[in-house]
């Protein structure tokens, strides 16, 4: 960023924060999670989203993501994110119950520089 002709370093996001934006062309939004690393290196089994709306017709429908680490083994801590060394997976979660008709959602999700994966198409009925 420039400030006055200074170069200002841009701030990185705190962890465990959403931020949110939207094409104006296609009305797609974009909601982006920054989740602390440390307890991406440590012993915990999950990692759970503030939660967030999608905005158009799921404005008042809340969701969340959860990451969840590869099991290594069925061991005592075969399943956090320390044993799985960056292996995982993600879930959206609805948190409420929808109509047939707005029920369908698709999705795509990266995680920091990589290629997106999907879109996945999923009716959360």
């Known amino acids: ?4 002709g ?3 370093a841009a701030t990185p996001p705190q962890p465990q924060t959403l ?3 939207q ?4 009305g797609r939004s974009w909601i982006h999670w920054t989740v602390d690393a440390r307890k991406l290196r ?4 999950q990692a759970v989203s503030p939660p967030f709306d999608l905005g158009g017709h799921f404005s008042q429908v809340t969701f ?3 990451l969840y680490p590869t099991a290594i083994n069925d061991g005592k801590g075969g399943a956090s994110f320390k044993r799985a060394r960056g292996r995982g997976y993600v879930q959206l979660k609805c948190e409420a119950e929808l109509l ?6 698709s999705f795509r999700i990266h995680v920091g520089n990589q290629q997106p994966r999907g879109p996945v198409h999923h009716n959360f009925l």
């Open 42 to 45: 440590g012993n915990d089994k």
């Open 23 to 26: 094409s104006q062309g296609s």
């Open 1 to 4: 960023a420039s400030s006055g």
């Open 64 to 66: 969340k993501m959860m």
């Open 6 to 8: 200074t170069l200002v």
């Open 19 to 21: 931020s949110r934006s």
């Open 100 to 105: 047939e008709a707005a029920a369908k959602v």
